[in-house]
Nanobody, 115 residues
Framework: QVQLVESGGGLVQAGGSLRLSCAAS????????MGWYRQAPGKQRELVAV???????NYVDSVKGRFTISRDNAKNTVYLQMNSLKPEDTGVYYC?????????WGQGTRVTVSS
């Protein structure tokens, strides 16, 4: 069984930083794309950033230049460094990964940015 466990959420003032981590564990043969999604109150879940196994990245326009996604393939872990946080970044952040050709989700970690 495969699990994704996120950590690093919390409460931060606007302009601050947080680093999210998501570690995959279990019977893992291969991890392809890994990404972060978020769901703000009253809104649909949206893709924030994604990284391929080879390290190519893509971001939603609203976080470009502020967020950085990275991964450590040896540790089966993906990170999201979030700088210059804004109140509109508030939401529950979910880790997603394609593991053994199956889509997995983490339980979510809450990020709250106060103005």
């Amino acid at each position: 069984q495969v699990q994704l466990v996120e950590s690093g959420g919390g409460l931060v003032q606007a302009g601050g930083s947080l680093r999210l981590s998501c570690a995959a564990s279990g019977s893992i043969f291969v991890i392809n794309d890994m990404g972060w999604y978020r769901q703000a109150p009253g809104k649909q879940r949206e893709l924030v950033a994604v990284i391929t196994r080879g390290g190519s990245t893509n971001y939603v326009d609203s976080v470009k230049g502020r967020f950085t996604i990275s991964r450590d393939n040896a540790k089966n872990t993906v990170y999201l460094q979030m700088n210059s946080l804004k109140p509109e970044d508030t939401g529950v952040y979910y880790c997603n990964a394609l593991i053994n050709r199956i889509d997995y989700w983490g339980q979510g970690t809450r990020v709250t940015v106060s103005s």
